[in-house]
């Protein structure tokens, strides 16, 4: 069974710093991974999505990676602004899941102005 | 263009009552997900539809739990005799087409559900 893991749980860091979220998941059998964002109370927006014959996805300030034989994504944000502040999931489909989208249970973001 | 769109956003239940939650995709778009997500957690999967026919509702908690999309748009998710576990915000997304590998989900802002 497929299960996604994101590290850390929470983080906050100073205005201008440049960080990486972390996702891991235990079936490398994926045919795509993306990052989402959730701000709170409302639902997710989809920021990236790297599909899995690729190594990843840059869009602005934001870039993914993906390495599939061992299992793991990176979100890179470059020079972090308070607008950042939300939470991130990492989510994978899978071959064995059918439709499902498998979540991990995302990082609160904080950013210090 | 309008996004994804869910009435109510906010349901107070008691125990034993039937809700219904509805989604209203974004026009033309042929996938249709339902999720569950329960607090400090992500997203759970609930069903999925392809236009109107329910491709995959594995993870329907329980028989109490019923969606469809009879029309190919707009999705009810039901709710039969609540429970306090099912207390919980759902989300649903769509995607344009139905290809699994390359769409984006796009998503609504959700009912938060609580039953008393």
């Known amino acids: 069974k497929q299960e996604v893991t994101q590290i850390p749980a929470a983080l906050s860091v100073p205005e201008g710093e440049n960080l990486v979220l972390n996702c891991s998941f235990t079936d490398s059998a994926i045919y795509n991974l993306q990052w989402f964002r959730q701000d709170p109370g409302k639902g997710l927006t989809s920021l990236l999505l790297i599909q899995s014959s690729q190594r990843e996805q840059t869009s602005g300030r934001l870039n993914a990676s993906l390495d599939k034989s061992s299992g793991r994504s990176t979100l890179y944000i470059a ?8 939470t991130y999931l990492c989510a994978v489909g899978d071959y064995t899941g059918g439709f499902k989208t498998i979540f991990g249970a995302g990082t609160r973001l904080f950013v210090k102005a | 263009g309008a996004g994804v769109s869910q009435s109510p956003r906010y349901k107070v239940a008691k125990r034993g009552q039937d809700v219904a939650l509805r989604c209203d995709p974004i026009s033309g778009h042929v996938s249709l997900f339902w999720y569950q997500q329960a607090l400090g957690q992500g997203p ?3 069903t999925y539809f392809q ?11 329980s028989d109490r739990f019923f969606a469809e999309r ?16 099912d207390s919980a915000v759902y989300l649903c997304a769509s995607s344009l087409g139905s290809s699994r590998t ?7 802002p959700g009912t938060r559900l609580t039953v008393l």
């Open chain 2, 44 to 46: 759970e999967f609930l």
């Open chain 1, 79 to 86: 020079a972090s602004q308070p607008g950042d502040s939300a």
């Open chain 2, 51 to 61: 236009n109107e026919a329910q491709l995959d509702k594995s993870g329907l908690p």
């Open chain 2, 70 to 85: 009879p029309e190919g748009s707009v999705s009810t998710l039901k709710i039969q005799r609540t429970q306090q576990e």
């Open chain 2, 102 to 108: 390359t769409d984006t989900q796009y998503f609504g």
